[in-house]
Nanobody, 126 residues
Framework: QVQLVESGGGLVQAGASLRLSCAASGRSFSTFHMGWFRQAPGKEREFVAAIRWTGGTTYYADSVKGRFTISRDNAKNTVYLQMNSLKVEDTAVYYC???????????????????WGQGTQVTVSS
């Protein structure tokens, strides 16, 4: 059974950094793109970042470009999201996601993903 488990969330002050991890089990995702999404209270889930299966190409939402960095370690079947210069508006539950098959690049739509983690809460205070 495929599982994605996020970790690394927490409560931080504005300007701080956090590193989220997403550990996959049940299958290898080394040949699939991976993504991060977030959902704030009362808002729809939104795309944050994606990374090609090779790890060499990344894609970001404008709201996080220059502050967040997505990376992956295929040997560990793990994807990371380094978040720097956090803002209050970054407060949300963060989810990692993976598709079941090869999908077009960039995979910025939630509908192309089949597997989702349970989410990890990130709260940024002013």
């Amino acid at each position: 059974q495929v599982q994605l488990v996020e970790s690394g969330g927490g409560l931080v002050q504005a300007g701080a950094s956090l590193r989220l991890s997403c550990a996959a089990s049940g299958r290898s995702f080394s040949t699939f793109h991976m993504g991060w999404f977030r959902q704030a209270p009362g808002k729809e889930r939104e795309f944050v970042a994606a990374i090609r299966w090779t790890g060499g190409t990344t894609y970001y939402a404008d709201s996080v470009k220059g502050r967040f960095t997505i990376s992956r370690d295929n040997a560990k079947n793990t994807v990371y999201l380094q978040m720097n210069s956090l803002k209050v508006e970054d407060t949300a539950v963060y989810y990692c996601a993976a598709p079941r098959t090869i999908v077009p690049w960039p995979p910025a739509r939630a509908s192309v993903y089949d597997y989702w983690g349970q989410g990890t809460q990130v709260t940024v205070s002013s």
